[in-house]
Antibody, heavy 120, light 107 residues
């Protein structure tokens, strides 16, 4: 059974960079037909897609965040990562990693999520 | 980007009720529409993909329909485990977007 697990600091200072890693187990991140994505959810609010990456390194991201977002992949570790620069309190959210099926256009496996708070 | 609008935002219903949630897209998305269920403190769970295909392991009381710009999620007989928030999500032009969510509450 495929499992995804987010890891990273739970507290980040304003103007700094938020860095998270998603570790995939029970399957290979290099499986064709799937992208690997990040989604966030501010407390009490809805879901916002951040970006996706293919195992080859090809990425695409939400235009509203694109200038601040970097997504990378490490196939040797079966991991992918998110960097979000110049964070503010508005970036406080639960961050989820998920597998995206390009054939059906949905996120079919999700990590449990990790809360990242931006505060000094 | 394509905007997704769900209605209602909140729905009060009783066990055994038939429940319908609507999702409208700001432009045609063919059948690139998924539905998720989210419970407090948990990750979303995929219920329906490609507008009407039931994800493996999801009870058959859940069904989806629609194409183009209007879609519905129906729960044929609401069960206690179904009280949750539901989100639609479209996929078009490499830019997935989610609806704002519909909270199904106990009446």
């Amino acid at each position: 059974q495929l499992q995804l697990q987010e890891s990273g600091p739970g507290l980040v200072k304003p103007s700094e960079t938020l860095s998270l890693t998603c570790t995939v187990s029970g399957g290979s991140i290099s499986s064709g037909g799937y992208y690997w994505g990040w989604i966030r959810q501010p407390p009490g609010k809805g879901l916002e897609w951040i970006g996706n990456i293919y195992y080859s390194g090809s990425t695409y991201s939400n235009p509203s965040l694109k200038s601040r977002v970097t997504i990378s992949v490490d196939t040797s570790k079966n991991q992918f990562s998110l960097n979000l620069t110049s964070v503010t309190a508005a970036d406080t959210a639960v961050f989820y990693c998920a597998r995206f099926s390009s054939g059906t256009g949905d996120f079919d496996y999700w990590g449990q999520g990790t809360l990242v708070t931006v505060s000094s | 980007d394509i905007q997704m609008t769900q209605s209602p935002s909140t729905l009060s219903a009783s066990v055994g009720d038939r429940v319908t949630i609507t999702c409208r897209a700001s432009q045609s998305i063919s059948r690139w529409l998924a539905w998720y269920q989210q419970k407090p403190g948990k990750a979303p769970k995929l219920l329906i993909y490609k507008a009407s295909s039931l994800e493996s392991g999801v009870p058959s009381r859940f069904s989806g329909s629609g194409s183009g710009t209007e879609f519905t999620l129906t729960i044929s007989s609401l069960q206690p485990d179904d009280f949750a928030t539901y989100y639609c999500q479209q996929y078009n032009s490499y830019f997935p977007t989610f609806g704002q969510g519909t909270k199904v509450e106990i009446k």
